[in-house]
C-alpha cells in the first residue's frame, strides 16, 4: 500500500518539529514546508525581536528537517497574509473591535492557501503542531476535540475550520502533553527542544499594536477624541480607539479617583467609554460569521459552554440562531468584557460546536 504523503507546516518550534517526526514514524511522507509570511519590510524587525515565522525560524525549521531526513520548502504566502490577516487586524481596529488574527491566519492562510498548494503538489493531508484532535462523528461529520491538555488546548483558534479542511489535516501533538512533547524532542535529540514558545501576534513583535496601525495607515487613523460616561458626559480626551479595547485598566491616562475601565468603544462619534468594573460584566452577545463544526446548523436551542477569549476559561450558556447567520447567546452567569471583534466559540464538553465573531 502506498504511504500517504503529508505536508507539515513548520515554524521553527518543537511542536511541529514533533509532529512531522511522528508523523514520519507512522509511516507517512513527510515533507516539510515553513510559509513565508512576512513582509518585506519588517523582515529586520522579525528577525531581531523573534516570532513564529521569522527568519531564525526558517532556518531552525530546515536543520529539523535535515535531521529527520525529509524533503523541506519555504513557500511564499505574503500577499495572502496581508490580505487575509494584516488588512483585517487593522480595519477590524479602525471600526473599534478587538479581532484574533490567529484564527483569520488558521482559517485563509495556513488551511485554505497551504492546503490547496499542498493538493496540487500531489499531498493527501496537511499537519500542524496544534494542540488539538480531530475526531469523526457518528454522523459522518468531523469536529475538533480539545487536547490531552487542558493547559495548551488550541481548539478556540481553529473553530472556524471548515469540513473539507478538517477531512484532510492531521494533528499529532494534539494527543500529548507539552512536557511529553519536549522530552520526545529530546529523545530524538531535535535542536527545538528546549525553544519557547512563541508568544503574541507574530507581525507585532513589540506588542505596540496602535503603533502597527499607524504605520500601516499613515494620516488615516482615528484622532484623540472624548472619554465619555455610558450617558455621554465626558470624562477626558483619549489618543485614538485603536489604543483601547474592552475591560482594559491600565494605560487609560485618566485619574478619575476610582478605578475605570472601558466599557465600550463608539467609532462612529469616536468616543471611548469608561466605566466601573460591575459594568464590565455582561450576560449576552450576538455573534455572526458563524461556523458550525460537530452540528451541521442549529435547530432550536442549546447548552452549551462559551469561551468568548482565548484565555478564557468558558461558561454555560444558552445559544439558538436569530436569521441566517447569526447566534444569540445567553449566559446563565454574567461574564467580564464581551469583546466586538473577538470570537465566541461553543463547545459541547470537549467537542468545538462551532462559534463565530462577537458583535
Known sequence: MEKKKVVVGMSGGVDSSVAAWLLKEQGYEVIGV???????????????QGGCCSVSAVNDARRVAAMLDI????????????????DYFVAEYLSGRTPNPCIACNRY?????????????GADYIATGHYARICRREDGRFALQKSATEAKDQTYALYNLTQYQLSHTLMPVGDYTKEEIRGMAKHIGLRTADKPDSQEICFIPDHDYAGFIERERVGDVPPPGNFVTKEGKILGQHKGITHYTVGQRKGL????????????????TNEVVLGSNEEVFGTTLLADRVNFMSIADLEGKMEVTAKIRYNHNGAPCTIEKVGD?????????PVRAITPGQAV??????IVVGGGTIL
Not at 515553513?34 to 531581531?48: G, K, S
Not at 488551511?111 to 498548494?117: F, I, P, T
Request: overall charge negative.
Open 34 to 48: 515553513t510559509m513565508q509570511i512576512w513582509q518585506d519590510e519588517a523582515e529586520q524587525t522579525l528577525e531581531e
Open 71 to 86: 524533503p523541506y520548502y519555504v513557500m511564499n504566502f505574503k500577499s495572502e497574509f496581508k490580505k487575509n490577516v494584516i
Open 109 to 121: 492562510v495556513k488551511w485554505e492557501s497551504l492546503l490547496k498548494r499542498s493538493m496540487d503538489i
Open 253 to 268: 491616562g485618566i485619574a478619575l479617583g476610582a478605578p475605570v475601565f472601558v466599557t465600550k468603544l463608539r467609532p462612529e
Open 325 to 333: 447567520d447569526k447566534v444569540f447567546c445567553q449566559f446563565h452567569e
Open 345 to 350: 466559540v461553543f463547545y459541547d464538553e470537549n
